[in-house]
C-alpha cells in the first residue's frame, strides 16, 4: 500500500516551459486535492475533485489546470510556468464520506521556475 | 472561506507541555484538523474535532470550542522529535476542503 505517490520529487522549469506533476492514490480515495506551500505561506488549496469527472476550482487556481479521468490519478498542469509558481506542491486524498480520516499527503514536488 | 489564525513561532523546553492555539471564522465551519509536519516533508494528521470538547491521543491533545471559533493543540512531555511546524485547519464546505492556517513553527529545547 503506497498511499499517496508525486512524481517528480524535485524539477527546475524555464520561464514559459510547461510540466506536469504526477499524483496517484491506492487507497480509493475518492477526494483528492493539490495545494501550494510556500515559505511561511501555509498551505493554499489549488484545485480539487470529488471523484472521476469532477474538478472544482480552489483558492489559487490561475496558472494550473487538471483532470481526473480515474479515481486514481489526478494530475496538475502547469503551461506557461512563472518564476510566481515556484513552490512545493502537495497532493492529497480523502475519503468523502468519512472526513474525520483526514487527508493522506504525498511526499510533494519541489518546483523552481527561473 | 475561512480565515485561520495561528501564532508563528514558538519555543518550549523538553519534557514540558505546551499549547498552540488556532481561531477561525465559525460560518461553514465542519470540523477543525491539526497536522504535523517536519521540515522538507508532508503534513501528517494529528487530530480532528468536530464536536466541542478535548480529545485525547496519547501525548496529543486536541479541544475545540465551536461558539468561541478557538482550538489548541496540548502537547505533553515535550521530546525533541516534536520539533516541526503544526497546521491548524478548518474544513469547510463541499469536497470537504481544508483551509489552512501558516502554521506555528516549535522549537524543542533543551
Known amino acids: 500500500n503506497a498511499g499517496v505517490t508525486q512524481t517528480p520529487k524535485f524539477r527546475i522549469l524555464k520561464i514559459g516551459q510547461s510540466m506536469t506533476l504526477q499524483c496517484t492514490q491506492d487507497m480509493n480515495h475518492n477526494y483528492m486535492y493539490w495545494y501550494r506551500q510556500d515559505p511561511g505561506m501555509g498551505l493554499k488549496l489549488i484545485y480539487y475533485s470529488v471523484g472521476a469527472g469532477i474538478t472544482d476550482k480552489g483558492e489559487v487556481p490561475n496558472g494550473y489546470n487538471v483532470s481526473r479521468s480515474t479515481t486514481e490519478d489526478f494530475p496538475l498542469r502547469l503551461e506557461l510556468a512563472a518564476p510566481s509558481q515556484t513552490s512545493v506542491y502537495f497532493c492529497a486524498s480523502s475519503y468523502g464520506d468519512r472526513a474525520n480520516y483526514g487527508y493522506t499527503f504525498g511526499s510533494g514536488t519541489r518546483l523552481t521556475v527561473v | 472561506g475561512q480565515n485561520i489564525d495561528q501564532p508563528t513561532e514558538m519555543t518550549a523546553t523538553e519534557g514540558a507541555i505546551v499549547q498552540i492555539n488556532c481561531t477561525y471564522q465559525?460560518?461553514?465551519?465542519?470540523?477543525l484538523f491539526w497536522y504535523q509536519q517536519h521540515a522538507g516533508e508532508a503534513p501528517t494528521f494529528l487530530s480532528y474535532n468536530v464536536l466541542d470538547g478535548l480529545e485525547e491521543k496519547g501525548r496529543f491533545s486536541s479541544f475545540l470550542s465551536r461558539s468561541k471559533g478557538y482550538s489548541y493543540l496540548l502537547l505533553k512531555e515535550l521530546q525533541m522529535k516534536d520539533s516541526a511546524s503544526y497546521l491548524c485547519?478548518?474544513?469547510?464546505?463541499?469536497?470537504?476542503?481544508?483551509?489552512f492556517g501558516t502554521g506555528t513553527q516549535l522549537k524543542v529545547e533543551l
Open positions: 465559525t460560518s461553514g465551519f465542519n470540523g
Open positions: 485547519g478548518g474544513l469547510t464546505g463541499g469536497g470537504n476542503k481544508l483551509t
